[in-house]
């Protein structure tokens, strides 16, 4: 919803492990009789966050047209955002932890205003790149802020409870509706209005925040810069090789040189953590093989879902003709599937543990994105929308509970470290898949080759996501401290 496919069952877990702070404020203040501003200040700028990963795919063909912008800068303009999402979320964390997470909320949400100003005035192609990348900073800041402060307004267990619900039935929907309002705005106001919707929304957050948010206690934590610093460079470089490298050649000396950026940035990265001092993710959480599994499952669950709606919303607009306010339609059905799996989901996981309905969600996505090879231009649109709907279903209930595997190792100690390294994790997995479909699209004119390609490797990413449930997520894992306990 982060920006991610939204799993309502991951904020409730992630509130359940992370233990309230007590506020210094006022007694007219306490947390329990906060209310409901509070709650829908902060999702103003979430679900704002959730709406802008969804509706630009709407968008795509809109500007083509208008900027005359190659398919290569299109894969840019969606994954600029997710790079620095990912590349900064952990970052947005340690400082909110550092100089508190209103702060950094407030500052993350004005950077995002700004950007997407920015994104709405961009005259050119690369501008408008520039800009995205941008408001990915501004959302690693107060995305991973928000859910903090969320956590210490509503101090009592059952008050926040049920906050939290209204706040992932919020993101579910936003996600949902993403691509029809991309579709409404674009056609009544062009594509340029997907980006200046956010400037008013976010300064009434803005203003909101400001009056409605407390302060909460800030605590000292190393930023470990150098890490932060080679994350960057990797996931830059592996982004240039993956979207240039269909256009520049796979041999060419840019890409080449890229490709070795991220070969050595990677090495020193793991060179680094395993040496120092305050590494990035605490060791603990790899002492059972689960949590790194549970982290591979997101990368590749984003790589498919996110893949998918970049490579679907082509296909609608350049395969079958459709405009961006009939693919946001069409579009609808397939997407309002995640929000109804999300909350069965999590029922399965209290009842039988992670492990069934990740192998039943990802078994049936695998299966159903395996049929739609097939897919060609003719196909009836019943009958494509319903099989995309059935993967979207199946796929929509293994997130929450490939969250709950990943938090059950972590315990209520970890919870903060291993929901970044989850949720940045993920975010890498959408750059990845939307870069992997923008190639396909690149490399081959047949749209039935496209297609036999573009889900084949759907297929075979949720069907390793598979593998490694049945190998390594076991249906009920205690996190390390208390199985010393």
């Known amino acids: 919803m982060s920006a991610q496919c939204p799993d309502l069952a991951s904020v409730a877990v992630r509130a359940a492990v992370v233990p309230a702070v007590p506020l210094p404020v006022p007694a007219r203040n306490k947390p329990a009789q906060a209310g409901m501003w509070p709650l829908i200040t902060l999702a103003v700028g979430f679900v704002m966050a959730m709406l802008d990963v969804t509706v630009v795919n709407v968008g795509l063909s809109s500007i083509q047209q208008n900027l005359s912008t190659p398919l290569a800068m299109l894969v840019w303009i969606v994954d600029g955002y997710t790079l620095t999402f990912a590349a900064m979320l952990l970052v947005g964390g340690a ?16 950077v995002f205003v700004a950007a997407s100003l920015l994104c709405g005035a961009a005259p050119s192609g690369p501008l408008l790149v520039a800009a995205r990348l941008l408001q990915g900073l501004g959302a690693a800041f107060f995305m991973p802020s928000s859910l903090s402060l969320l956590t210490h307004i509503y101090e009592d267990a059952k008050v926040r409870a049920r906050m939290l619900g209204i706040w992932s039935a919020a993101v579910g929907g936003a996600a949902a509706l993403g691509p029809l309002v991309g579709g409404v705005l674009i056609h009544s106001f062009g594509w340029r209005s997907v980006f200046l919707i956010n400037v008013p929304v976010g300064l009434f957050g803005l203003v909101m925040a400001n009056k409605m948010i407390p302060k909460v206690q800030k605590h000292a934590r190393d930023l470990t810069i150098l890490s932060h610093v080679l994350g960057i460079v990797m996931l830059g470089a592996l982004s240039y090789v993956l979207i240039q490298g269909p256009a520049y050649g796979w041999t060419s000396d840019p890409v080449l040189a890229a490709a070795a950026a991220v070969i050595v940035a990677f090495a020193l990265l793991v060179r680094h953590e395993r040496r120092g001092k305050a590494p990035l993710l605490p060791a603990e959480l790899f002492a059972t093989p689960q949590f790194a599994a549970a982290n591979g499952i997101g990368f590749l669950i984003n790589f498919g879902v996110y893949g998918q709606l970049f490579y679907i919303s082509f296909f609608l607009q350049q395969a079958r003709g459709a405009d961006a306010l009939q693919t946001g339609i069409q579009l609808l059905p397939m997407m309002a599937v995640i929000f109804a799996g999300n909350l069965t989901s999590g029922r399965i996981t209290a009842r039988f543990g992670p492990r069934f309905p990740l192998l039943l969600g990802l078994g049936s996505g695998a299966l159903f994105a395996g049929l739609l090879t097939g897919l060609t231009p003719q196909t009836p649109y019943w009958l494509f929308a319903l099989l995309i709907a059935i993967v979207n279903l199946g796929i929509s209930i293994a997130i929450p509970a490939m969250t709950t595997a990943a938090m059950q190792v972590a315990g209520r100690k970890h919870a903060n470290s291993a929901a970044a390294a989850l949720n940045a994790n993920r975010q890498i997995g959408a750059l990845v898949g939307v870069a992997i479909m923008g190639a396909i699209l690149h490399i081959f004119i047949e749209w039935n ?28 894992e205690a996190a390390p401290a208390e199985k010393a306990a």
């Open 95 to 110: 400082l909110a932890d550092r100089f508190g997470a209103k702060n950094i909320y407030l500052l993350g949400l004005g």
């Open 449 to 476: 080759t496209r297609n036999l390609l573009a889900f084949g490797f759907i297929c075979v990413v949720y069907a390793a996501a598979l593998v490694l449930v049945a190998r390594y997520i076991r249906a009920h």
